[in-house]
């Protein structure tokens, strides 16, 4: 299985930016999908994650109100629209293919990790 993300780069605060995350290598809508994120220094982050259908999603507490997880299947691929951004968000962030087609937080679900993508929010 591979997790291919991009879209990250150099924004202003306030500004918009929407990852992508290709999947490949077994049935894309059979599993959940999540995005996490590391910044310089600190543990990884979960962010949001999405059941195989996309009719369930959770955010972790940065991400509520902002950003908004989604997923097209027809496309093998999920996504990540991030609005409001803060100097904070700042980090590498990273598609995750679970164990299973449930949503989950918990980095040990998932099986599979892209190789990230660099999202840098400017003061």
């Known amino acids: 299985v591979q997790l291919q993300a991009f879209g990250g780069g150099l924004v202003q605060a306030g500004d918009s930016l929407r990852l992508s995350c290709v999947a490949s290598?077994?049935?894309?809508?059979?599993?959940?999908m999540g995005w996490y994120r590391q910044a310089p220094g600190k543990v990884r982050e979960f962010v949001a994650a999405i059941s195989y259908g996309g009719g369930t999603t959770k955010y972790g507490d940065s991400a509520k109100g902002r950003f908004t997880i989604s997923r097209d299947n027809a496309k093998n691929t999920v996504y990540l629209q991030m609005n409001s951004l803060k100097p904070e968000d700042t980090a590498v962030y990273y598609c995750a293919s679970a164990k299973r087609g449930w949503v989950t937080p918990n980095a040990y679900d998932y099986e599979y990790w892209g190789q990230g993508t660099l999202v840098t929010v400017s003061s």
């Open positions: 290598g077994r049935t894309f809508s059979n599993y959940g």
